[in-house]
């Protein structure tokens, strides 16, 4: 492509090594950002584990594989080696399906009294009282799990840090989408001049109407993870009567038409019971593993949320083909 304009050529190659200029900006951006998220885990990885609890599949997929090495040592290429395969899977998900249950119950327990902390600092500070005294006063108080927290707050605050700093140092060992959306709130209008009672006066009520919001939709999405365990359950009752109606009988016919002559070439003379049962079983793995994520998908938003249940389903349906089926 030639340009009739010697100028316009010149300004298009320089938009051209501006792009790339910035592109590659982003680029440098991105690698230092992951850098430094490598090395906050390097640092602390209890604390990243705490905020994101799929960096524990950084310590669990390598026991997994440990594990299913030592297995496959003992039990070879057999019929067991699924039991040696799932137990794999779930050494590999299960610490990662606890620290996110238990970082959500966590979580749950401080945003529950975070309302009633904003509302009463408002309170003290109207009474005529400094931030500081009134953070120091509530202090005392219970609070349930975000004592701990406010305790920390106010010894910050005795140490000279701004309200606001302390806020913010608040929000980011906490790392839950309300405080920091509360945070966020209170911080930007002290800094434009409004008043603070009046600024935690709206956060706790933002605070509170969210958790109601997020209460009835747990209410109402609760009946479809009732529903993904009933369909899961509904399917091993159905794999249950094929195996102990179907089968049975399909191997008996077998028995016989290769008794009678059928041959090894017919379908009911290679008919093999064990071929069945093994296919039920993982159609039976592979429903509870996915029913379970799109159980946590209905129920928290987030499949990350349906480890506990894949893990619960995976292992119910293992105890019924060992134990029943």
Known sequence: MTYSNPEQSNQMDKNTLEALEYENMLMQIAKAKKWIQIRHFIKSPREELRKNPIYALVFSIPIALVFFTVGYYFIGFTPGLDSVVLFTFLIAISPSG??????????????????????????????????????????????????????????????????????????????????????????????????????????????????????????????????????FFVFLFVIGILSYSLIPVMAEAGTSASDAGGGAESFMGKFDPEVFYRLYFHAALIQGIASGLVAGQLGEGEWVGGLKHSVIMALIAWVTFVLII
Request: hydrophobic fraction near 45%; include cysteine.
């Open 98 to 231: 606890y620290l996110h249950y238990s970082q959500r119950q966590t979580i749950k327990k401080i945003e529950v009294y975070l309302p009633n902390f904003l509302r009463d600092v408002a309170e003290m500070n109207r009474s005529g009282m400094t931030l500081t005294k009134s953070v120091n006063t509530v202090a005392r108080g219970e609070y349930g799990a975000l004592t701990k927290e406010i305790k920390h707050i106010d010894a910050m605050l005795s140490w000279g840090i701004s309200f606001e700093e302390a806020l913010e140092k608040f929000a980011d060992r906490t790392a839950t989408s309300l405080i920091f959306r509360s945070v966020s709130l209170i911080n930007q209008a002290s800094r434009a001049g409004g008043n603070v009672a009046d600024v935690l006066e709206v956060a706790a009520e933002d605070a509170y109407s969210i958790k109601l919001l997020e209460r009835e939709r747990l209410g109402t999405m609760l009946i479809y993870v009732v529903i993904c365990y009933m369909a």
